[in-house]
C-alpha cells in the first residue's frame, strides 16, 4: 500500500494544536510519541492515561482510533499489538490550491447556494464556502467548493462554530467509506441527549462521495437496530430538522450486505435496492 507521509509535529507544539484540538488527543499523542521506539500496548495506552486523568478504563481502544485520521498508526502482530506511531496523513491534498481559475469556475453560477440571493439583484457578495470546513479535512476539490453569499457563510461560520468541541469525533465520522456508518458515528458522537442539526448530518454523508438522498441512508440504519427522533424549529427563517440518537448497535462486518438481509426478512425495499452499490 503506497501511502503519503508527512513528517511528525512535536509534542506540545503549535502545530500539534492545530491538528488535534483537544488535550486529551494531545495526551494520547505525546506519549505514542515518546514511546515510538517502544511501542505501547492498549493496555499501557489505558493505563497510562487512567494514570494521567484518574479515569477508569472504560474508554478502552477508543481514543487510540480518535488519532486515525491525522496519523498513521501501525499495529505490530499478535494478540497484544503494540500501535507505532509512524507518521502524519495529509489533510488537504497538494496541488489543489484556490486560485483565480478555481475561485472564478466555484463563483460561476453567481448565486448564493443557500439563499438564493444574487450579486447583480441582490448586491450580495458572494465568497468561496468549503462545504466541509477545512478544519474538519474538508479539502479544496471543486465537489467541497460553493459559492455563498458573506451572510450566509457568517452564519454557517457561527453554527459550526458549535460544533467546536466534537471536531475529532466528526473527523473521524467522516474517514468511514460507508454513508450510515458516516452518519451513524456522527450521531454517536453527540450521543443520545445533543441534538445533531441536518446539515452537519448531510455534511458527514456526503464526506466520501456525494449521497443524493443522505435521508435514506440515515434510515437504513433503522436495519441495523439503530432509532433515533427528529424535530423542526424555525431558526432565522428556514425551518431545521435535528436528530437525535436514541439507541445505537455495534457495526456488521459488512454494513450493506447487513441491511439487504435485514431488509430482506421484514419483507421491505431498503433503499440500495434502488441504488445499487455492488
Ligand atoms: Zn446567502
Redesign the pocket.
Known amino acids: 500500500m503506497s501511502r503519503e507521509e508527512l513528517p511528525l509535529p512535536l509534542p506540545d507544539s503549535p502545530e500539534l494544536s492545530e491538528i488535534l484540538r483537544t488535550k486529551e488527543l494531545r495526551r494520547i499523542y505525546k506519549y505514542l510519541f515518546e514511546r515510538r521506539d517502544d511501542p505501547p500496548t492498549q493496555v499501557e495506552i489505558d493505563a497510562h492515561l487512567a494514570e494521567l486523568t484518574g479515569e477508569r478504563h472504560s474508554q478502552r481502544g477508543r481514543r487510540v482510533r480518535q488519532l486515525y485520521p491525522f496519523f498513521w498508526i501501525d499495529k505490530t502482530p499478535g494478540r497484544r499489538p503494540r500501535y507505532v506511531l509512524s507518521a502524519g496523513k495529509p489533510i488537504v491534498p497538494d496541488g489543489d490550491k484556490i486560485d483565480d481559475a478555481k475561485r472564478a469556475r466555484v463563483l460561476q453560477p453567481a448565486r ?6 444574487t450579486p447583480l439583484e441582490d448586491g ?1 457578495k458572494l465568497v468561496v464556502d468549503h462545504k466541509i470546513p477545512q478544519e474538519w479535512g474538508g479539502t479544496n476539490a471543486d465537489e467541497n467548493l460553493q459559492p ?2 458573506e ?3 457568517n452564519g454557517k461560520k457561527n453554527h459550526f462554530k458549535s460544533y467546536d468541541p466534537y471536531v475529532e469525533q466528526i473527523r473521524l465520522a467522516a474517514t468511514y467509506d460507508e454513508p450510515q456508518r458516516r452518519i451513524g458515528e456522527l450521531l454517536k458522537a453527540f450521543g443520545t441527549t445533543e441534538w445533531v442539526r441536518s446539515d452537519l448530518l448531510a455534511i458527514v454523508a456526503n464526506a466520501k462521495e456525494y449521497q443524493e438522498d443522505w435521508q435514506r441512508r440515515m434510515r437504513d440504519l433503522r436495519f441495523l437496530g439503530w432509532d433515533y427522533e427528529y424535530k423542526r424549529k424555525t431558526e432565522d427563517g428556514r425551518v431545521r430538522t435535528y436528530y437525535r440518537l436514541r439507541k445505537s448497535a455495534p457495526w456488521p462486518d459488512n454494513i450493506i450486505a447487513a441491511i439487504r438481509a435485514e431488509a430482506a426478512k421484514r419483507g421491505k425495499k431498503s433503499s440500495l435496492d434502488k441504488n445499487p452499490e455492488g
Open positions: 448564493c447556494a443557500m439563499c438564493g440571493r450580495v455563498l453569499c451572510q450566509c457563510n
